[in-house]
């Protein structure tokens, strides 16, 4: 029998991570039927969309769950000793459903078919790098905002991938839960199925990572 705060807490990282992807790929559909043909155009009308609900959604959720909304946050937060096993996995599970219904949401506000597979190719070391990258300097940004200006971590986050979209080749996916869904979208949003698990492979690797470096760099103790 699941207590009322866990299902409040679980209905949290599902509604915020299909609101997250509603508005990644809805963003992403409006921007490219607006942008003429103009991929930078698009991109820019994808981007700001997504900076300021990840501001919102963290604001909203996050003194209910944390506001995780993503895989490898929540598995850095376990290597932290932060987040029990049992709920963990519970997080997970909640963030890729919600994320596929934030996908289905889309779709169906923009009266696409709502079930759909990726055609976009996004592969290769140039991009797994990349989705790295933006991974571990999402980990960083929240675990250094938690621990010098937990009030910022909202702002941060939503400034941290605004910029990311920009200095990655990837566009910085940075969460599994993101990858599956946008799979699941042939539209500007989307990256080929074929091509998730490196994206994937990439996001874990920097969530195992960063938490153990970055536990020594945040340390409290600036003595040598």
């Known amino acids: 029998m699941i207590s009322q705060k866990s299902a409040r807490i679980l209905v949290a990282e599902f509604a915020g991570t299909m609101l997250l992807l509603a508005t990644v790929i809805g963003s992403g559909i409006m921007a490219e039927r607006l942008a003429g043909g103009n991929i930078a155009v698009a991109l820019l009308g994808n981007t700001i969309p997504t900076g300021a609900i990840l501001y919102v959604l963290i604001t909203i959720f996050g003194p ?8 490898a946050v929540t598995l850095a937060f376990f290597i932290r000793r932060q987040i029990p096993v049992k709920l963990a996995l519970f997080f997970v599970v909640m963030q890729i459903i919600g994320g596929l219904c ?5 779709h169906f506000m923009f009266e696409m078919p709502v ?11 140039a991009q797994w790098g990349a989705e790295f990258v933006a991974t571990f300097g999402l980990l960083t940004v929240i675990f250094g905002g938690i621990r ?4 910022a971590v909202p702002t941060l986050v939503a400034l941290y991938i605004t910029a990311a979209y920009w200095f990655t080749s990837s566009t910085s996916f940075a969460n599994p839960a993101v990858t599956i869904a946008r799979s699941f979208t042939d539209s500007f949003s989307g990256i080929l199925p074929a091509h998730a698990p490196g994206f994937i492979a990439a996001q874990l690797g920097a969530a195992i990572i960063a938490p153990l470096l970055l536990g020594w760099l945040f340390a409290g103790d600036t003595k040598d």
Request: no cysteine.
């Open 102 to 106: 934030g996908a289905f949401l889309a």
């Open 148 to 151: 010098w200006r937990p009030e």
């Open 64 to 71: 209910v769950s944390g506001a995780h909304f993503n895989p």
């Open 115 to 125: 079930l759909q597979m990726s055609t976009n190719l996004r592969s290769g070391p």
